[in-house]
Every structure is written in structure tokens, then in C-alpha cells.
């Protein structure tokens, strides 16, 4: 069903479509609240060190990877690696994303749920209203796993329609929806009284903050962030044109989603502020303290911290659907082509696994009693697999193979796209993936397993 692989039509398409793969809700609650307690600006300049020591090379590793092979992630290391066990890897990455998916849709799944909930006012209240009804919602043995199969869903009529027709088009409307609505909420959070404390706590460099954890916590951050380990990337650039700069694309992507977890930062941290409230971190901090903070902090004006609300949910309910997306397409396009039927029976397989993985998810929240292991709830379990177990080592896969299987002379012709660009940074970029990203993965995975 090779016929039925799409590609990229823009250059703008291909930045946007990457990019929303990589903005998610982490960067709205994982990236402002470790800025601001690992030193603010101090954080936020090794943040982008990390970036460009770890996050751009491994982005442009697996570009290559799929570019080259024009194929699905388990056939495009097969393809490369000449059917050596190799392939492995790109399974795996399948298997991952399956997960996250399932996982991640319960959390776009409350999302939506919110959104409604905001729509029809049911978010006004004081701090121990707004934790009960999150506690009452999450514990509800109906609620949480039909918003996790609706936003599954959701996201199926977007990739069911192709590359360009679903994925493309999509995120061309999403990612700047995304930004508008953001922008938005940032210029109402600064212009609250008191906000300048939250925009110092942010911005004002404490290097004195600046340990050995937060050197680890932003390093951790830009591996995560970028969606690397996952067979994103290497799916979304096996739609990639010949022309397709992978270096300049993957400095693009890079910039917007870290512009993104910014931003999300004047959003969150001056409203907080504002009202005297210091923002935790996870999921509390979306579902219990930010619809108390917007409820106070726009008070002065009626019904605007109603409208903030809105906008708010709609934001997260984009994001999470930018990156469930790109999720999604690396299952559908695995199983279409491997086991040769259509796209529609392809994404109608990974949704029906997604969902069914999705709701024991959501059940193992609150619902039910016991449903996990080792005193964890299945999410839990799911979240701790992929992140500290399954990313690392296939991100540290892709860089062994790369760097040290690849031929140069493949590697190179995909950094200069067959000679026509120059190829200055390629013996940068080479020794990255050979040691510096190899290292840092290393670094990476021993810490989320508590070594140090």
C-alpha cells in the first residue's frame, strides 16, 4: 500500500506538523514549573544547551533514518540496516508510541472534559471545591475512559485522512490556533497586578540554584520535550522531501518548542502570582490550581476569568491533539504497510489498541481499586515504562547505529541532501551522535532510575 504514503506539500507544513509532535502538555506544565524552581533564566540557558548538545542532533539522527528510507519506523532501520536485527528498534519505537498514546490520551481526555466543564461554568469555586470535583471526576468509573476514547477518536479522523489531507492541514490550523490562544492568555497573566513577580521568578537568574540535579533536570527536559526515542521524528521524515533541510528544519522545530514551554511560563507563573498562589507542578496544576488562580485573578473584570478558562482548556485540548497525532500516525502507518491493507484499517487498528489501553488507564486512576502493579496504578506503570525505560534506550540505539553502523558516506549525503547544501556541520553533528548524545542518554536513564 505504498501508494497510499503521502508527503509533506511545504516547507511550512513539514515545521508545523514536527513541531506540533513536539509541543505537548508537557510544555505547559512540565517546562515553566522546573524553570522556575531550578533558577529561572539560569535553567532556561542550560535548557538550551542541552538543546543543542542533545535535543537537534538526535532530531536530525532520526530524520535521517526515516528520510533514507521513506517507510515506517520497524521497515525504515530494517531498510537501512539491510534487514539486520537493527530493526528492532523501529519496533520498538511503534510499541512506545502505542503506549503514550493510550496513556496520554487519558490526560487530553480530562482536557476536554474541563474545557466542557469551563464552558458551562462548572469551575467556579474556592481551591477545595475545584480538588473535589477534579477528585470526583478522576475517580468516576464512566467519565475519565470515554473522554480518553473520544479524544482517541479524535484524534483518528485526523490521521485517517493522509498525510496532507489529515496531518498537514491539521496542523497548519492547530499550531497557530495554539499560538494565538497563548499569546492571548500571556497578555492578560502580565497585565494582572503583581505579575511582574511571576515574570522575575521566571526570567531572574539564580545561579545559585544551579546543582548537579538541575543540570540533570534540564537535560532530561530536552530529551523528553523533543519527543526523541519515540519514532515520531523518523515517521513524520519519512514524508519529508529530498529538498527537506533536516539541520535547518530540526533548529526550527527545536526553537518553536521551546518558544512554546516559554510562553506557557508568562501564562502560568504571573496569574499565580498575582494571587499569591506558587504553582505546583503535574497534573494538579492544571485541574486544581490553575482554575482557582483564573477564577481570582481575573476577578476585578466579571466574566473574564471565565473567557481565560475557555481559552486555557482549548489551548491544552490543541496541544495534546498535535501530539497525539503524531503518535497515532506511527502506529497507522506501521500497520498498513506491514501488513499491506489500507490506511483505514491501519489507524482503525491502532485506535481500537490505543483506546482499550487508554481506558484500563484511566479505570487504574480511581475508578478501580488495585488495578496495577508494584503499588502503581496502570498509567503510572505505562508512564514510568516509556519514560524511563523504552525512550532512552531507542533514542541510545539510534545513536549506536548512526554513528557507528551507517556508512559516512549515507550519513552525509543526507545532512547535505546529496551535495546541494554544505556540509560544515556534519563532522559536528557525527561526533554528537558518536559520544556527546550517547553519554547524555546514559546520564539520562541512570538518573530517572534513581543511580544519582
Not at 118 to 139: I, K, M, P, T
Not at 229 to 244: E, K, M, N, P, V
Amino acid at each position: 500500500m505504498t501508494s497510499e504514503r503521502g508527503k509533506f506539500g511545504t516547507k511550512l507544513g513539514v515545521i508545523l506538523a514536527t513541531a506540533g509532535s513536539a509541543v505537548g502538555l508537557g510544555n505547559i506544565w512540565r517546562f515553566p514549573y522546573m524553570a522556575g524552581q531550578d533558577g529561572g533564566a539560569a535553567f532556561i540557558l542550560i535548557y538550551i544547551g542541552c538543546i543543542l548538545l542533545l535535543g537537534i542532533p538526535g532530531m536530525v539522527a532520526e530524520f535521517v533514518v526515516g528520510r533514507h528510507s521513506a517507510a515506517n519506523a520497524a521497515r525504515a532501520y530494517k531498510n537501512l540496516s539491510h534487514g539486520r536485527p537493527w530493526q528492532i528498534v523501529g519496533y520498538m519505537g511503534v510499541f512506545t508510541s502505542m503506549i503514550i498514546l493510550g496513556f496520554y490520551a487519558v490526560v487530553a481526555g480530562w482536557c476536554l472534559q474541563y474545557l466542557v466543564a469551563s464552558l458551562w461554568g462548572q469551575l467556579q469555586g474556592d481551591a477545595s471545591y475545584v480538588s473535589r470535583y477534579f477528585q470526583e471526576f478522576s475517580s468516576h468509573p464512566v467519565l475519565p475512559a470515554f473522554w480518553t476514547a473520544a479524544f482517541i477518536l479524535l484524534t483518528h479522523t485526523v490521521v485517517v485522512k493522509g498525510v496532507r489531507k489529515g496531518i498537514e492541514k491539521t496542523s497548519n490550523l492547530l499550531m497557530p490556533a495554539l499560538f494565538v490562544l497563548l499569546v492571548i492568555i500571556v497578555i492578560a497573566a502580565c497585565s494582572l497586578p503583581g505579575a511582574g513577580k511571576g515574570v522575575e521568578f521566571l526570567f531572574k537568574p539564580d545561579f545559585s540554584k544551579l546543582t548537579h540535579n538541575v543540570m540533570l533536570d534540564a537535560l532530561g527536559q530536552a530529551f523528553f520535550s523533543l519527543s526523541l526515542g519515540t519514532a515520531c521524528l523518523c515517521t513524520y521524515a519519512s514524508y519529508f522531501s529530498r529538498q527537506t533541510n533536516l539541520l535547518s528544519s530540526a533548529f526550527k522545530i527545536a526553537g518553536i518548542d521551546s518558544l512554546i514551554a516559554i510562553l506557557a511560563g508568562l501564562m502560568i507563573f504571573p496569574a499565580a502570582f498575582s494571587v499569591g498562589v506558587n504553582p505546583d507542578s503535574g497534573p494538579s496544576l492544571i485541574f486544581i490550581t490553575l482554575p482557582n488562580v483564573f477564577q481570582q485573578a481575573f476577578s476585578a473584570v466579571p466574566g473574564l476569568g471565565y473567557v481565560i478558562s475557555i481559552l486555557f482548556y482549548a489551548l491544552l485540548s490543541l496541544a495534546a491533539l498535535t501530539s497525539t497525532i503524531s503518535m497515532h500516525e506511527i502506529g497507522t502507518a506501521f500497520f498498513y504497510e506491514e501488513l499491506h491493507i489500507t490506511r483505514r484499517k491501519g489507524a482503525w487498528i491502532e485506535t481500537t489498541a490505543c483506546v482499550a489501553i487508554g481506558i484500563v488507564c484511566a479505570l487504574s486512576v480511581g475508578a478501580v481499586e488495585g488495578l496495577g502493579l508494584f503499588g502503581k496504578s496502570v498509567m503510572d506503570c505505562c508512564d514510568y515504562l516509556t519514560s524511563n525505560i523504552l525512550m532512552p534506550l531507542g533514542s541510545f540505539a539510534t545513536c549506536i547505529f548512526l554513528g557507528w553502523y551507517v556508512p559516512r558516506k549515507v550519513l552525509y549525503n543526507e545532512i547535505t541532501n546529496w551535495g546541494t547544501l554544505r556540509g560544515r556541520l556534519f563532522g559536528v553533528w557525527l561526533f554528537a551522535i558518536r559520544f556527546v548524545c550517547p553519554l547524555c542518554i546514559l546520564i539520562i536513564f541512570l538518573h530517572q532510575m534513581g543511580v544519582f
